[in-house]
């Protein structure tokens, strides 16, 4: 039961790289997001789709770029790398109306 | 103000008590309430959803106040194995998560 797959799990960027940020799930669902988690702190959202083609901005989304051509992916990419955007990333889908997320293991990134 | 509140805590409670956690949302839109559990920055794990009518799974009691805008989540008789951060999560058009609340049972 593959569920919400992120890839890759860890990673090192320098300042200025970018990179994409994988999420794959084949549990048919429409809904999309991806959070972004610093220590001590919840989860924010940074960018949601609900469905092929329909992207929507969360509550942090600058500096980041997503797009959804199929409704099994999902990626989040960085655009240029900058040190405040070293955290842990979070993937999650869900078939929407009163349902709840699942989860992928999350993507820990580190910009040096 | 934030769209959803918790107290961070932390909630430091012996073996075999009872503790609750209050979450506030701001936007009286909002659909659908969830609790899930976080441990040490894993991926975040649903524990249940939270029904109108308020509802129970063995020692873990949700209810939803659409009046006074907050879900709660109850504890009873903890566990250590209970130790986690716990979130809320509200939804209107978008999943939104509280900031957490970190529980730690002492033996």
């Known amino acids: 039961n593959a569920g919400v797959t992120q890839t890759p799990k860890f990673q090192v960027l320098k300042t200025g790289q970018s990179m994409t940020l994988q999420c794959a799930q084949d549990m048919n669902h429409e809904y999309m997001s991806w959070y972004r988690q610093d220590p001590g702190m919840g989860l924010r959202l940074i960018h949601y789709?609900?469905?092929?083609?329909?992207?929507d901005q969360g509550e942090v989304p600058n500096g980041y770029n997503v797009s959804r051509s199929t409704t099994e992916d999902f990626p989040l990419r960085l655009l240029s790398a900058a040190p405040s955007q070293t955290s842990v990333y979070f993937c999650a889908s869900t078939g929407g109306g009163n349902q709840p997320q699942h989860f992928g293991d999350g993507t820990r990134l580190s910009i040096l | 103000r934030k769209e959803v509140e918790q107290d961070p805590g932390p909630f430091n409670v012996p073996e075999g008590a009872t503790v609750a956690f209050n979450c506030t949302y701001s936007n009286s839109a909002s659909q659908s309430f969830f609790w899930y559990r976080q441990d040490c920055r894993k991926e975040p794990k649903l524990l249940m959803s939270?029904?109108?009518s308020g509802n129970e799974d063995g020692r873990f009691t949700a209810q939803l106040n659409r009046a006074s805008q907050y879900i709660s989540l109850l504890i009873r008789d903890s566990k250590l194995s209970d130790s986690a951060t716990y979130l809320c999560?509200?939804?209107?058009?978008?999943?939104?998560f509280g900031t957490g609340t970190r529980l730690k049972v002492l033996a």
């Open positions: 789709s609900v469905g092929a083609g329909i992207t």
């Open positions: 999560v509200v939804r209107t058009y978008k999943y939104i």
């Open positions: 939270v029904y109108s």
